[in-house]
């Protein structure tokens, strides 16, 4: 008699957590469409005669990429794109900075140079450097070599990594992530294996942080869970708890045992500071305690398309470390086999010299400076056409996004009456508005809000 064959691969049993996860996702509908159109499978097509694919169901786009892919297809010349988080110029332009040119140019005439495949775990160099940036080059845990670096496809790809390795090596599967968080967050979670909890993060009343909620949540997590923090200019609502109201997460999180899972995608953009930005991630490693941090390079070195980003596991010691990072290796592997070698090579450059690095700092703070200054405009247009409302958040939120409060059907107007994309949760991206664009988008915030009610 031939054995009953049960099918439960680890994707099914991915798939099947990741469809669990989106049905009572509480934050976002547009989700549980998701998983019907992209995650699902669909039912086998049986031949038809046109294609074995004809059972395909066409996929709604992605509520952050989406955006520019609607965009794109808008023929208005006053069109604006608020949607995704990418840094635009006064001019409305993408920017590479100076810096990033300078690095290429050197890569280029350096005939040394070749095309060989780049370890599993990345550059060498780009991960130390990468270590130290994020947990400042005195760390205590890089000096005791308890850090395990590997380079990754970006904040996605790191994230991804680190919670693969976690579904396979840590006793506690849940992870907590802040509501709300941003979009790819649970998605990118359940499919590598994790099953995903929510803590109560931003106050729609206050428009600001929902302390007390956020302590409550973290306090009744069972013991050892993992829990997923914005190191600073927490995606979407641009709220970030105080370096005190941090020490109080760290402690609640240590006394509990809560595995502390940082996604540091905007170091520099808080404040302009990359060390006053990365002071909430040092406050956690300072006691000795482990934590992993996923950091990218998209936006603080506008390396959106190079994919460049690291993913650290703190340990205890240094034998630890150093076993993570061989299982990490197993992980990596057979995803992407290694990472692509010219974006780490880039930032590698930038952060080993002195003069490199500190123009870099430069231009990160004018970028950081730049959206601070589209917050004030922002806000002094709408004091000056009267719009009803408290806008003092604009100025008060921090990184690259308001999160405007604008409801759904405020967002669908603005779009069809004034050529403004934004994602549909009312964040827009400071980042890619300028001073010509600051009335336009007045009068349309101004319009919205007096009409639609
Ligand atoms: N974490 C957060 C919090 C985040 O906002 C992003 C990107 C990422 C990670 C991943 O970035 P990567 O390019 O993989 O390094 N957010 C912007 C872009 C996107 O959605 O992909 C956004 O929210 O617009």
């Known amino acids: ?156 790809g790191s994230l991804r990594v680190g919670a693969e390795f976690l579904a396979r090596h840590y006793h506690q599967r849940t992870i907590y992530i802040p509501l709300p968080t941003w979009g790819n ?34 306090g009744s997590a069972p013991s050892g869970a993992i829990v997923l923090l914005h190191a600073c200019a927490h995606n979407p609502t641009g709220v970030d708890p105080t370096l005190e109201q ?18 540091s995608a905007y170091q520099g953009f808080a404040s302009g500071s990359l060390d006053a930005d990365a002071q909430p991630v040092r406050l956690f490693v300072a006691d000795g305690g482990e934590c992993l941090a996923a950091q990218s390079y ?30 990490l290796k197993l992980v990596i592997r057979p995803m992407y086999s290694n990472p692509p070698l010219h974006g780490a090579s880039i930032v590698a450059t930038i952060l080993k010299d002195r003069d490199m690095f500190h123009e870099w700092t430069i231009e990160l703070k004018a970028m950081a400076d730049r959206i601070i200054s589209m917050r004030q405009q922002l806000f002094d247009a709408l004091q000056s056409r009267g719009t009803p409302g408290d806008w003092s958040h604009i100025i008060k939120q921090i990184g690259m996004f308001t999160f405007t409060g604008l409801n759904t059907e405020q967002v669908v107007f603005m779009t069809k009456e004034y050529h403004i994309y934004m994602t549909s949760d009312g964040r827009i991206s400071m980042a890619g508005l300028n001073s010509k664009k600051v009335p336009h988008l007045a009068d349309a915030i101004h319009e919205a809000v007096t009409r639609i009610v």
Not at 102 to 128: C, H, W
Not at 305 to 315: H, N, P, T
């Open 246 to 263: 941090w020490d109080q997460i760290k402690q609640l999180m240590r006394s509990k045992g809560l595995l502390p899972f940082f996604d």
């Open 1 to 156: 008699m031939r054995p009953q064959i049960t099918y439960s691969s680890p994707t099914d049993r991915r798939l099947t957590a990741l469809v669990r996860h989106l049905a009572d996702d509480p934050f976002s509908a547009s989700l549980q469409m998701d998983s019907q159109n992209t995650i699902s499978p669909s039912p086998t097509a049986a031949f038809n005669g046109d294609s074995v694919f004809a059972n395909v169901v066409q996929a709604p786009e992605d509520p952050i990429l989406g955006v520019t892919v609607a965009y794109n297809k808008d023929p208005s010349p006053v069109k604006l794109n608020l949607g995704v988080g990418a840094y635009r110029t006064e001019e409305g332009k993408p920017l590479v900075l100076n810096v990033v040119s300078r690095a290429e140019q050197m890569l280029v005439n350096d005939q040394s140079r070749v095309k060989e495949y780049l370890p599993i775990t990345g550059l060498a160099d780009f991960n130390k450097l990468s270590a130290k940036l994020i947990f400042g080059a005195d760390s205590p845990a890089i000096q005791d070599n308890r850090v395990a670096t590997v380079q990754c496809l970006s904040g996605t």
């Open 185 to 218: 967050h649970p998605k990118v979670l359940t499919i590598a294996g994790l099953s995903v909890k929510y803590y109560r993060y931003y106050d729609p009343a206050t428009r600001g942080l929902n302390f007390q909620g956020l302590l409550e949540d973290l």
């Open 298 to 327: 998209a936006k603080n070195m506008g390396l959106y398309g190079e994919r460049v980003g690291a993913l650290s596991f703190v340990c205890r010691t240094a034998d630890v470390a150093s076993r993570v990072e061989s299982q």
